[in-house]
């Protein structure tokens, strides 16, 4: 299979709790920005992959994979 036919591929994920199709090799970082969440400037925003947190200054090497969760938690002022 060459490079270009494995990225135009589809994984599944989920992503808080809703199925999505992505392509193959989806930045996290580009996920986010689907999501509406900036990740150069956002802040107050917190990632998990299958349970397990992502830093900060990790979220621009990361790449979602067939099967991950993901969940993408804001922290909101108020009460």
Excluded: K
């Excluded at 490079?3 to 996920?31: C, F, K, M, W």
């Amino acid at each position: 299979m060459s490079t270009t036919e494995s990225d135009a591929q589809t994984v599944q994920i989920t992503v808080n709790g809703e199925d999505r199709s992505v392509p193959h090799r989806y930045p996290l970082t580009d996920l986010l920005r689907d999501l509406d969440v900036d990740p150069e400037s956002v802040s107050g925003v917190a990632v998990a992959i299958n349970e397990s947190v992502v830093r900060r200054q990790d979220w621009s090497d990361v790449t979602v994979a067939e099967g991950d969760t993901i969940e993408v938690i804001t922290a909101q002022q108020g009460g």
